[in-house]
């Protein structure tokens, strides 16, 4: 009689399922640390700087240089807003919210979305051109990247598309995934257009949570602490819906690309020119393993 090798659990594919899903979950573990650590961080040094006392002064401080401050102080704002997502250094949420209480609801949304897509194209370019080694080291057979297949950069409507699936999904770090699609041959001009449409929910929802805080602040506005409630709740459930849809748009997007073309990113491949997409099918296919993995993570 043959010795049996052990129950399905310790086979091989398993083995790897189990490695892959540890390193996705340990990375977004890290990064969520450092992003808290790093907004703790900035906001004391900030404190200090200004001379206030306490973060609700030092809320007070930024509205009342942002008022006194005009055009030249909308750009410094893009600017820091963009320098501060180039790595998982600062809660984005909060950055919205800030500048909601800064500029008020539409130069804030304006300020916000500025930030999201040049910090994002910024790092898929560091990403692409300078970085493309270590972090292709670090992140290994990530799903992002295998989801990112030729028939999906290929497209300009796909590529479009997958890019605001993924701002919508709950379960991908922004940041992160910005250096992720360096690795990939998405263009940039789809990609910028998706970053902007897949992030304007969060952002309109967080810009208006920093205004009405700032109305609350200033005595301009002092709805009953029920409805202040039901109201966060409400938000929280549409953004937790609107997660599960992209998830699910994600995984019917990675089924319908399936072509024979999209083959695994084998190692010591030669990235190919992202406006060059004969080279495309050196990088893994949507409906790999890899995918239903990123898919799986949400539900």
């Known amino acids: 009689m043959q010795p049996t090798s052990g129950p399905a659990i310790f086979s091989t594919a398993w083995k790897k399922r189990l490695l892959a899903a540890g390193v996705v979950a340990g990375t977004a573990l890290a990064v969520f640390f450092i992003e808290q650590g790093g907004t703790y961080l900035i906001l004391r040094a900030l404190q200090a700087g200004s001379g206030t006392g306490s973060m609700t002064e030092l809320a007070g401080w930024l509205v009342a240089w942002a008022a006194s401050s005009g055009v030249g102080g909308v750009g410094l704002s893009v600017v820091v807003a963009t320098a501060l997502q180039l790595l998982p250094i600062f809660n984005s949420l909060l950055l919205a919210m800030i500048l909601g209480a800064m500029w008020g609801m539409v130069l804030g949304v304006v ?3 500025a930030g999201a897509c040049l910090s994002s194209v910024a790092c898929l370019l560091i990403s692409r051109h300078g970085l493309r080694d270590i972090i292709a080291k670090r992140a290994g057979k990530h ?35 910005n250096y992720l699609f360096g690795l990939t041959p998405m263009r940039v001009v789809p990609y910028a257009v998706g970053t902007a449409v897949g992030t304007l929910p969060t952002l309109l929802t967080f810009v208006s949570a920093g205004v009405v805080g700032k109305n609350i602040a200033d005595g301009g ?35 319908g690309s399936n072509s024979p073309k999209n083959k695994g990113l084998q190692d010591g491949d030669d990235f190919q ?4 997409f004969s080279g495309a099918d050196h990088f893994a296919g949507a409906d790999s393993p890899g995918t239903q993995r990123l898919m799986s993570q949400g539900e």
């Open 111 to 113: 300020v916000a979305s």
């Open 143 to 177: 799903p992002l990247v295998d989801a990112v297949g030729g028939s999906i950069s290929a497209s300009l409507s796909k590529s479009l598309f997958f890019t605001a699936l993924v701002r919508l999904s709950p379960v991908i770090n922004f940041v992160w995934s």
């Open 221 to 255: 506005a002092s709805p009953p602490p029920a409805l202040l409630v039901v109201g966060g709740v409400a938000t929280l459930i549409v953004i937790f819906v609107i997660g599960k849809v992209a998830q699910q748009e994600l995984a019917k997007l990675s089924k």
């Open 273 to 276: 020119d992202a406006d060059d």
